[in-house]
């Protein structure tokens, strides 16, 4: 059974100037490639009738409070741009995280309590445990905030993905393997989230590299990290661009990394680009 959304087909893809990772990893901006799907938003109107099997709001792994080391840290990372720089010290207050990305299961009960627009993409919909995808940035929010929660500012993001020892990956600092990410190479669609438990962070979430794009709370700002405040940083105050961190079942290693940044535009939505919620 599919999930089938009007305004599915369209041509989604877009110039831009954006790296074809994210690797997207790449949603539907810039080098995104067109199978990633579209990004024509549609409406809840009835789009959702179709899929009925639903799940219940994912679990959540604690992050607590404390610093950790933010940006590429070049003792164990070669592959700094310039944005994750400088790595600078950020203190949190303790957090809550989603285990795993949202699932289409968990999604598709936000969108029959109409809380939620359907994704903008077609959705097999016995897969309930994929992720859920084809979702922008706002549609995303409404769907944290359904659930009682929000989206993870980048640096809670990226705490709970490295812990406090600057880690390059979720699982340390040993490069990438299928049997650690949904990566480039390794099939070329979404799994079922939380089937690679190898590659969980220190604090046991999982897929937060891999699998989806996952999109922040922040906008974008490449130079942010230069004048950022160190304690429970807000991002940027402004701009039309979100991050998306963790890379995608399309991105190399690289887009992988814990630092790694990458930015989306707010209409953006495509089948390699999800998310996770935090509390």
């Known amino acids: 059974m599919t999930l089938v959304v009007a305004g599915c087909g369209s041509n989604g893809k877009k110039s831009s100037s954006k790296s074809s990772a994210a690797g997207d990893g790449g949603a539907a901006t810039g080098g995104s490639s067109a199978s990633a799907g579209t990004t024509a938003a549609s409406t ?3 789009a959702s009738a179709t899929c009925t099997a639903i799940a219940e709001v994912g679990e959540l792994v604690q992050v607590p409070p404390g610093e950790f ?3 590429c840290n070049a003792a164990v990372d070669d592959a700094c741009s310039d944005d994750e720089k400088p790595l600078h010290t950020v203190t949190l207050s303790a957090f809550e995280i989603d285990k795993t990305e949202v699932t289409q299961g968990a999604y598709t009960a ?5 809380a939620c627009e359907a ?6 919909c016995e897969k309930t445990d994929n992720p859920a995808s084809c979702v922008t940035w706002a549609q995303a929010g409404a769907y944290c905030a359904w659930a009682g929660r929000r989206l993870p500012s980048e640096a809670e993001w990226e705490k709970a993905a490295r812990g406090s020892d600057g880690n390059k990956y979720p699982w340390g600092n040993d490069e ?10 390794c099939g070329d ?4 989230v939380g089937s690679l438990s190898a590659g969980a962070s220190p604090y046991g979430a999982l897929d937060m590299a891999g699998n989806v794009v996952e999109l922040v709370a922040d906008r974008y700002d490449a130079a942010y ?8 940083p807000p991002g940027p105050p402004g701009g039309s661009r979100y991050t998306g961190r963790g890379g995608g079942f399309k991105s190399d290693p690289e887009f992988l990394r814990t630092s790694k940044r990458d930015w989306y535009d707010a209409s953006d939505a495509a089948a390699s680009l999800g998310f996770r919620c935090a509390h």
Request: proline share 10%; charged share 10%; glycine share 16%.
């Open 44 to 46: 809840s109107s009835g």
């Open 69 to 71: 080391p933010m940006g």
């Open 110 to 114: 936000c969108i029959v309590d109409g």
């Open 119 to 124: 994704p903008g993409c077609t959705w097999d």
């Open 176 to 185: 990438p393997t299928c049997a650690l990410a949904n990566m480039a190479g």
């Open 189 to 192: 669609a979404a799994i079922a």
């Open 225 to 232: 990290y230069a004048g950022s405040p160190t304690s429970d």
